[in-house]
């Protein structure tokens, strides 16, 4: 039975110097119903990024000109929405990391076959546009509020730059407040239900998210309750609908 087509238009930019690979990937993407752009350079990559705004960069970590984490870190800080998929013949946990944190949705270690990468291709475009919460207008938690609608995060009233799945996680935690949600679920809802890649992305999102929210809270002139996001070792995560030190204090004897 052949795949679903994705959504109509959906433009892949390939990033890949190897030609034989190049090759291979360009012609079965387009067999597949993908537009696509192929780039053997970092360099040639961002301008054609820039120029076209692609929905899906596929980027190869080893490029002739540039590494491919900086050209993952350049693509989020400019792309937000970017879906960007590493491939990579580095196996080693630390790079997975390293180009997780750089921004990358997703890796693939080669050799990897073409089906596989169909499969995490749709996986992540039915997710988009992301997570539909069922909560009508902003959910507020101490100073923090996350507005699905508008896709926008604020502490107080500024504004915090969060990537597009560090939102999604924030989405899903602040809707369920004070509630623990388990990997799992988080997996489930964040990424895909069928998801089969590395849990090991939601540790490095996870982090992330508590950094950028520190990093805000950190800059504000005035005193914020920034709720805690907390860890539970052997299920997930909750985040605090009351930090500890907004909990009632005993009055003292008289």
Not at 108 to 126: E, G
Not at 232 to 252: F, K, N, V
């Amino acid at each position: 039975m052949r795949a679903p087509a994705p959504p109509k238009g959906t433009h892949v930019l390939v990033v890949e110097d190897d030609d034989t690979i190049g090759r291979h990937l360009d012609a079965g993407l387009r067999g597949h119903g993908y537009l696509t752009t192929w780039c053997r350079t970092g360099m040639n990559a961002l301008a054609e990024a820039r120029t076209t705004s692609p929905d899906v960069v596929l980027l190869d970590l080893g490029l002739p000109d540039v590494d491919g984490i900086d050209i993952a870190r350049t693509l989020r800080a400019e792309l937000p929405d970017l879906l960007i998929v590493i491939l990579t013949a580095r196996s080693d946990e630390i790079d997975v990391i390293a180009g997780l944190d750089a921004g990358a949705d997703d890796y693939l270690v080669k050799p990897f076959t073409l089906t596989v990468l169909l499969a995490r291709l749709r996986a992540h475009l039915r997710r988009r546009p992301p997570i539909s919460t069922h909560e009508e207008g902003p959910i507020r938690v101490g100073d923090l509020t996350v507005d699905t609608s508008a896709r926008r995060c604020l502490l107080a009233a500024d504004e915090v730059a969060l990537r597009p799945k560090e939102f999604e996680l924030l989405a899903v935690l602040a809707l369920h407040a004070g509630m623990a949600v388990s990997r799992e679920a988080l997996m489930a809802q964040v990424w895909d239900e069928n998801w089969f890649g590395p849990t090991k992305t939601l540790d490095v999102t996870l982090a992330s998210l508590r950094r950028r929210l520190g990093e805000a809270a950190d800059a504000s002139p005035h005193p914020l309750t920034l709720p805690e996001i907390t860890t539970l070792r052997g299920h997930g995560y909750r985040l605090e609908a009351t930090p500890p030190s907004a909990a009632p204090q005993a009055e003292p004897n008289t």
